[in-house]
């Protein structure tokens, strides 16, 4: 069973940045696409970034494209999301998933990923 971890969230002032990490528990495949969702309390999860299985294509929300990028190490079975500018609004805890079923293609749908991390929190104050 794949174990995604993520790391790396904290609390921090607007406009500064982090950098989240995922690291797989297993080799990850150049097939399987990778994304970043984020969730606050009483909303679902929502879709920010992901990247195809070589990392040769990525994709964001439009509430965070311009700010955060997405990057993953398949040598190290790591994906990365670095975020800049930050936003109170971004507040949430911010979860890794893989999906292994789709061959590389990258969606936007939680329901599409089969393996997920327990999460990180991420609070930015104004």
């Known amino acids: 069973q794949v174990q995604l971890v993520e790391s790396g969230g904290g609390l921090v002032q607007a406009g500064a940045s982090l950098r989240l990490s995922c690291a797989s528990s297993e080799r990850t495949s150049t097939t399987w696409s990778m994304a970043w969702f984020r969730q606050v309390p009483g909303k679902e999860r929502e879709f920010i970034a992901g990247v195809n299985g070589r990392g040769t294509s990525t994709y964001f929300a439009d509430s965070v494209r311009g700010r955060f990028s997405i990057s993953r190490d398949n040598a190290k079975n790591t994906i990365y999301l670095e975020m800049n500018s930050l936003k109170p609004d971004d507040t949430a805890v911010y979860y890794c998933?893989?999906?292994?079923?789709?061959?590389?293609?990258?969606?936007?749908?939680?329901?599409?990923?089969?393996?997920w991390g327990q999460g990180t929190q991420v609070t930015v104050s104004s």
């Open positions: 998933a893989a999906d292994s079923t789709r061959y590389n293609l990258v969606t936007n749908r939680a329901l599409n990923y089969n393996y």
